[in-house]
């Protein structure tokens, strides 16, 4: 079955740097654009970043670009989310998730993804 499992989070200072990863198996990979998402306390799911089933496109959402980067190694099945200069507001739990449909663009709609991992808590400290 599709797992998708994300590592990496924890608590960092403001500032600080993490490198969050989500390990995916139970179908081949390589096919799917992916997607990281979040969800901070009492708020709703925001889009992150997306990246193509290649790699050679990504799409960051405005309040992230210039902090946070999407890469993915197909080699791996695994994508990452690199977050610099991490802000107390970034403190969320983080989903990576893979699109449904195979050879698709990358989204920033979350309705176009069908498997998501578990997230992975990220607390920033000011």
């Known amino acids: 079955q599709v797992q998708l499992v994300e590592s990496g989070g924890g608590l960092v200072q403001a500032g600080g740097s993490l490198r969050l990863s989500c390990a995916a198996s139970g179908w081949t990979f390589s096919n799917n654009a992916m997607g990281w998402f979040r969800q901070a306390p009492g708020k709703e799911r925001e889009f992150v970043a997306a990246i193509s089933w290649s790699g050679g496109r990504t799409s960051v959402a405005d309040s992230f670009k210039g902090r946070f980067t999407i890469s993915r190694d197909n080699a791996k099945n695994t994508v990452y989310l690199q977050m610099n200069s991490l802000k107390p507001e970034d403190t969320a739990d983080y989903y990576c998730?893979?699109?449904?449909?195979?050879?698709?663009?990358?989204?920033?709609?979350?309705?176009?993804?069908?498997?998501w991992g578990q997230g992975t808590l990220v607390t920033v400290s000011s």
């Open positions: 998730a893979a699109v449904v449909r195979a050879w698709a663009s990358p989204s920033r709609r979350p309705e176009e993804y069908g498997y």
